[in-house]
């Protein structure tokens, strides 16, 4: 179960009777925070995968591109990176990359990242959506997935111990992953989800390493299959993906979400 669309999960104060129901019922829970509400993410019980979002390398950043609500933003989302280093279950900083706004200071977010020292590095660029017209954004800060591919590329030379994983096309992602997952040339990304609720129901509290499972060949980055399961049928663009964001048709190009997005 997914929980990061509605809302801050962490500050529900149903949230740790939510998620013990969750597992009773063998139902994973992926859950996702802002990095604002480090208190409750201190208290949270266990998950089957905690990912915190990182929309900035530096305080001026983050409060450009994420808005924030609380005057003491930055030192909420540090302490929420100390957390996060030191929890047990399976983390991933999440990166939502915007060309042109979060794609440069390679450096900077290899510092950040180090802080909290995750299990993964999730790199997604953005997908058009309504929010691009109010911030000023355009197709052309969507980054193509070549362009995520050359920065996590330049991110994992960054940071020692890391590595590239894994990627998926479609949803133009690539994950970077503690070289502890790499046993000889296999890696281990995926998740044992029946060893996890088994643990769970033997009252146990799964750390990382307890669940991993081997990762299949057609999600490793450099994959022919480029993150394509065998039972998806992938259907074939007629004109391909531009590579670069400069190969972009601006005239293909829509100045406003569709009618349908901006009713939603």
């Known amino acids: 179960s997914a ?34 509400f480090p208190d409750a ?23 450009a591109v994420g808005k924030p609500l609380f005057k003491d933003f930055w030192e909420r989302y540090e302490a929420s990176l100390d957390i996060l280093r030191l929890r047990k279950e ?3 900083c999440r990166l939502t990359l915007l060309r042109g706004k979060n794609m440069d200071q390679v450096d900077a977010w290899a510092q950040l990242l180090e802080r909290g020292s995750p299990d993964f590095v999730e790199l ?28 996590a590329k330049r991110l994992a030379d960054t940071m020692p111990g ?34 996890f609720s088994d643990l ?14 081997q990762t299949p060949d057609w999600a490793r980055y450099g994959s022919p299959a480029a993150g394509f399961a065998p039972s998806e049928s992938r259907k074939q663009r007629a004109r391909a993906r531009p590579l670069y964001s400069e190969e972009k048709d601006s005239s293909r190009m829509p100045r406003h979400p569709p009618r349908d997005l901006q009713a939603a």
């Open 3 to 36: 929980l990061s669309l509605v809302g801050e999960p962490v500050a529900s104060p149903a949230i740790a009777k939510f998620l013990a129901l969750l597992h009773e019922k063998r139902i994973s829970s992926f859950l996702v925070t802002n990095g604002q």
């Open 41 to 63: 993410l201190q208290a949270l019980p266990p998950v089957t995968q905690l990912y915190l979002s990182c929309d900035a390398p530096d305080r001026s950043s983050l409060e």
């Open 90 to 92: 399976r983390t991933v």
């Open 124 to 151: 997604k660029g953005a997908t058009f959506a309504p929010v691009f017209g109010g911030k000023g954004l355009t197709m052309m800060n969507m980054p193509t997935h070549q362009e995520v591919r050359e920065f």
């Open 162 to 195: 890391y590595d590239l994983a894994c990627e998926h096309e479609h949803s133009n992602s690539v994950l970077l992953a503690s070289r502890r997952f790499l046993q000889g040339d296999v890696w281990n990304t995926w998740i044992d989800f029946d060893l």
């Open 200 to 213: 769970v129901e033997a009252g146990k509290k799964p750390e990382t390493m307890d669940y991993i499972a």
